[in-house]
Nanobody
Framework: QVQLVESGGGLVQAGGSLRLACAASGRTFSSYNWAWFRQAPGKEREFVAAIRWDGAFTTYADSVKGRFAIFRCNAENTGALEMSSLQPEDTAVYYC??????????????????WGQGTQVTVSS
């Protein structure tokens, strides 16, 4: 089992950047694929980005492609989501999630077993 804790959220102006971090504890971080999801007020949680256990492959939602980048550092049991050119529609609670490692990347939230508590990102216009 793995525990996940997000950090780095906050308030930023449109066009700005933020870097979210996810710290993992418990089992070896390299045993997991992991991802970021987000949930805006009144909306369902949606996929943002995912990275394979070895960092070799990533995938992104179309809405963030080219603006967000997902990283991981297995040696430090940490991951990050770097967000740039932020827009008000990026305002949401951002969650990191993990699932047992696999060759394929997954985008559905029911395919992830472990979740952090979330960190709020607010983008002002």
């Amino acid at each position: 089992q793995v525990q996940l804790v997000e950090s780095g959220g906050g308030l930023v102006q449109a066009g700005g950047s933020l870097r979210l971090a996810c710290a993992a504890s418990g089992r070896t971080f390299s045993s997991y694929n992991w991802a970021w999801f987000r949930q805006a007020p009144g909306k369902e949680r949606e996929f943002v980005a995912a990275i394979r256990w070895d960092g070799a492959f990533t995938t992104y939602a179309d809405s963030v492609k080219g603006r967000f980048a997902i990283f991981r550092c297995n040696a430090e049991n940490t991951g990050a989501l770097e967000m740039s050119s932020l827009q008000p529609e990026d305002t949401a609670v951002y969650y990191c999630a993990a699932r047992t490692r696999s060759a394929l990347l997954h985008r559905r939230e029911d395919e992830y077993d472990y979740w952090g508590q979330g960190t709020q990102v607010t983008v002002s216009s």
